[in-house]
């Protein structure tokens, strides 16, 4: 009992001992620093602790997320973005392991901590808005546009009318819709000195509120219309196939009515105007998918403008120009049938080549069998020339007729002989070399059964496929297929088989074949 105390407690020594010695990555005191917010930075320096380590190269070994920096010399910081966490979730914890290596230690010293970051909530964002021109004894409607009124979480809004500063008989709706029919006083008034109107945009459920105004005035000319775009971007950038959608809402301070037309122009000829779909009156929407030649090689990208207008009556008009970037991109779907049928070609040549050794096969062992049978009648006989035809009769049994053979006649000597096998020796074939060709070609059989189930099997996937060791796992089965007693065996090159090379027939041979159905392009 003494003994097993003693040995524990030369354990705990040592290891006291050898942690004591070993390098360990030193976090900042307390737990302050793991509690962090949306758009609030964190900075610190990370230090190794050790015996015999006097400079230390730090990382991030798992965990980092976009904005979050760690230098060599241990200095961290992070500012998490403002979507980082779901503003329904609250919070959202972040795991993260530091590394630390020492220049003398083979083992590197790692550290895990975890952060917990809380949402922080923006109140709205709200732009300077576009003047609401109204007309006399006329019901004038204007909403808010959410390209200049919205929230950056994505939180619902409301708006909220100041009714102190709203004319008389102007309504407001929660969702900006601002409706008004100034009499002919307000009217008169508001054409001498515009007035400005006041509300307040609040996000739910959190309430933030941010104040914004409206400048409302009276319309005396004929006013351009407008183009609203949604995404409310001016660049977009894409690969090839892949799909854009843009949005195009029309708008005419003198009335929807007053629309005309809405086309656009641009100077590449593959963009064409059916792209361009109309919804309604005015509304439209463009639909964008680059083919996969549309970039041609060898431009790795290619860039364009369209210029989207709207006319009115009066030929006024709004100009919204897009630039599109169009990234050449590999068709992976050609891509991999290339591959596959590749793939199925190879097993294909495999399955070609077992057919027609099979039927060499069977060929051999029929020799063979016949060479073993022949021992037991031999003859060989050698007649005059005029005594050809009754020497057959005469030797050969007639209730064996399948033994009469004739086999030349040179010189005036008539040779008669009695089984196959005799005959191979008289021209100089052994029976060895029968065998050897029987046994190689058992062999070779084997070895392809072998490597193709294994080929099969391996890139049976489009994945597997991809790798670069495919190609070169085809050229080693397609090595494997060449004979090099092709001559000896006496294979006929213009072989066809009998069976079509079906997926079915393929599979027979080799059932890991995984076949696909052709794709289109």
Not at 350 to 364: A, F, H, R, S
């Amino acid at each position: 009992m003494r003994t097993n105390i003693l040995i524990f407690s030369l354990l705990v020594f040592f290891q006291q001992l050898f942690a004591q010695d070993s390098p360990k990555i030193v976090l900042p005191a307390g737990t302050d620093w793991t509690q962090l917010k949306e758009g609030v930075p964190v900075a610190f320096t990370l230090r190794l602790e050790g015996k015999n380590c006097q400079k230390a190269q730090f990382s991030i070994q798992q965990g980092k997320v976009e904005g979050m920096e760690l230098d060599s010399a241990g200095r961290f910081y992070w500012k998490p973005s403002f979507d980082f966490v779901d503003r329904l979730s609250g919070y959202k914890s972040q795991q993260v392991i530091f590394e630390a290596r020492c220049d003398s230690a083979e083992e590197a010293s790692s550290a895990k901590v975890e952060f917990k970051v809380l949402h922080v909530n923006r109140p709205p964002v709200v732009k300077d808005l576009k003047p609401f021109y109204v007309q006399y004894n006329t019901t004038n409607i204007y909403k808010i546009d959410r390209y200049f009124v919205f929230d950056e979480d994505n939180d619902p809004i409301v708006v909220v009318p100041s009714m102190e500063t709203l004319p008389e008989g102007m309504k407001m709706s929660s969702q900006g819709e601002v409706s008004w029919t100034p009499s002919f006083t307000q009217f008169k008034q508001i054409k001498t000195q515009p007035i400005y109107i006041e509300f307040y945009v609040e996000d739910q459920p959190s309430k933030a509120q941010v104040k914004g105004r409206l400048k409302v005035e009276a319309t005396q000319i004929d006013l351009p219309p407008e183009i609203v775009v949604v995404p409310r971007e001016s660049n977009f950038t894409l690969k090839e196939n892949q799909t854009v959608s843009l949005r195009f809402y029309l708008s005419d301070p003198n009335g929807d009515d007053d629309i005309q037309d809405f086309d656009f122009l641009t100077d590449n000829p593959q963009i064409t105007k059916n792209m361009l779909v109309k919804n309604t009156p005015n509304q439209y929407e463009f639909i964008f998918k680059p083919s996969y030649d549309f970039v041609k090689d060898p431009l790795d990208t290619l860039g364009f403008n369209i210029d989207f207008f709207v006319l009115d009556k009066t030929k006024k008009r709004d100009v919204k120009t897009i630039h599109f970037v169009v990234k050449n991109a590999i068709n992976e779907a050609e891509t991999d049938q290339k591959l596959y049928n590749l793939y199925r070609g190879t097993l294909q040549r495999g399955w070609e080549l077992m057919e027609q050794m099979k039927e060499k096969e069977t060929e051999l062992k029929k020799l063979y069998s016949q060479a073993k049978k022949g021992k037991k009648n031999r003859s060989i006989v050698n007649a005059s020339l005029g005594a050809t035809t009754s020497l057959s009769s005469f030797l050969i049994p007639k209730d064996r007729p399948e033994q009469q053979r004739l086999a030349s006649t040179l010189g005036g000597t008539t040779v008669l002989t009695i089984s196959t096998l005799e005959a191979t020796e008289v021209i100089g074939k052994s029976m060895k070399d029968l065998i050897d060709r029987l046994n190689y070609i058992i062999e070779k059989k084997n070895e392809i059964q072998n490597k193709g189930d294994i080929f099969a099997r391996d890139f049976s996937l489009k994945s597997s496929r991809r790798g670069p060791d495919f190609l070169r796992k085809v050229d080693d089965f397609m090595s494997s297929m060449s004979l090099k007693g092709l001559v000896v065996l006496d294979l006929d090159a213009a072989w066809e088989p009998k069976n079509k090379p079906t997926d079915n027939n393929i599979k027979k041979t080799f059932k890991d074949f995984n076949p696909e159905q052709p794709t289109s392009f």
